[in-house]
């Protein structure tokens, strides 16, 4: 056989054999296994960032030493957390929750035991998506993976909707818009730049609309029993405007408590801070979907005029329709004042060391709010008696 046919054959066979070869690795299903476990893993803080439930979190880390790599403008900073419980610890003092969080995966790279995942997370939060790239070091202990080290890439922002567009029942929550000066302004829930928040008690609602790239901003106050405006204030294109009461005027104004809805229509006259310039507000209307139930509260230690001595025991439960955002305490015997809160709770019982204060009358004073605003607070007295 000629010598350059058998080489030709030769390669070709060699050739066949390499390709075979790859072939294997690329559909090695021990890799495709070890794969979608990573994904799962990974898969896991989308999970906890819509859910709230650290219990993803600890199931998706090891225990110990976790190295966490925060990318920020033109710097690093990395942080060692010794256990789950520390990281966890460190990030619910402003613990996420996203409407939606999807993290995709794009690349997976093996060597040995370890791996490294790369992909982009995405999450929705009050119609305002946002975006990170991350990176995740994984390692395999008895056939699973877990991650060791997190990278959180720096976020960008992409802004859902038309922040100009116009009201539509059935789509919209919150919405609030006017004229001014014969340009539009609009401030609604199907756009991340503009947010609308209300605060309520039994005697008056806030509305304030914001637009936190432009600064506009548009608040009032007004009786929840009279429809009487208490106060109102404005901000346009870096302009500030103030108003008395007298000098707007709301009309076809109609709140059902009842349907958990406000609506409005107003027009209006505002004074520039300088005290001469005015400004008309006209086609003013807002739409707000509202949970108007006022949380209750409920003080179940101390008792009113109770006497109490040494280390005493608040306990306090707060009943809602909705979620509660806090809870709030005030201890004073007019001259001492202690002040505590917590977060996300309706249910708090807290230890004081009532020696802190003087002997004699003391009152307690407890907020609290919920998730729409809705906010009230109760008071009692007690006397403290420890000499």
């Not at 730049?193 to 936190?212: C, F, K, Q």
């Not at 005290?275 to 230690?301: M, Q």
């Not at 607070?377 to 420890?386: D, E, G, V």
Request: glycine share 6%.
């Amino acid at each position: 056989m000629d010598r350059k046919v058998f080489l030709s054959i030769f390669l070709v066979i060699i050739l066949i054999f390499l390709l075979d070869g790859c072939s294997h690795h690329k559909n090695d299903p021990d890799k495709t296994i070890d794969q979608t476990k990573i994904k799962s893993q990974v898969s896991k803080w989308a999970q906890a960032s819509e859910t709230g439930d650290t219990n993803n979190i600890k199931q998706s880390m090891i225990a110990e030493n976790i190295l966490v790599v925060f990318k920020g403008d033109g710097a690093s900073e990395e942080r060692v957390f010794e256990t789950v419980d520390n990281f966890i610890e460190f990030f619910t003092k402003g613990i996420w929750t996203y409407q939606s969080s999807v993290i995709e995966v794009n690349n997976i790279s093996f060597s040995n035991n370890s791996a490294k995942a790369h992909g982009k997370w995405s999450r929705i939060d009050d119609y305002k998506k946002y975006i990170s790239l991350m990176e995740f070091d994984l390692e395999k202990i008895n056939d699973n993976w877990f991650i060791s080290v997190l990278h959180f890439g720096k976020d960008s922002e992409e802004y859902m909707g038309n922040e100009y567009e116009d009201f539509l029942e059935g789509k919209h929550s919150a919405y609030l818009s006017f004229v001014a000066g014969e340009k539009k302004y609009v401030f609604h829930d199907h756009y991340g730049g503009t947010s609308i928040t209300t605060a309520y008690n039994s005697d008056s609602l806030i509305i304030n609309a914001y637009n936190e790239l432009t600064g506009n901003g548009f608040k009032k106050e007004f009786d929840t029993g009279s429809s009487a405006v208490k106060s109102s204030s404005l901000s346009l294109d870096e302009n500030r405007y103030h108003s008395d009461s007298d000098s707007i005027n709301l009309t076809d104004l109609d709140m059902s408590f009842a349907d958990g809805l406000v609506t409005g229509r107003f027009t209006g006259t505002f004074t520039h801070t300088d005290g001469i310039e005015t400004i008309e507000i006209k086609e003013g209307f807002f739409y707000i979907k509202h949970e108007f139930n006022i949380p209750e509260i409920t003080i179940n230690s101390p008792q009113p005029a109770e006497t109490v001595s040494g280390e005493v025991i608040v306990s306090v439960m707060v009943n809602d329709d909705s979620d509660i955002e806090y809870i709030s305490i005030e201890l004073t015997d007019g001259l001492n004042i202690r002040e505590v809160s917590i977060d996300k709770t309706d249910n708090w019982n807290f230890a004081f060391d009532s020696t802190e204060f003087n002997d004699g009358n003391c009152s307690l004073v407890v907020k609290a709010e919920d998730i729409y605003g809705n906010f009230t607070s109760q008071k009692i007295n007690f006397t403290i008696k420890n000499n």
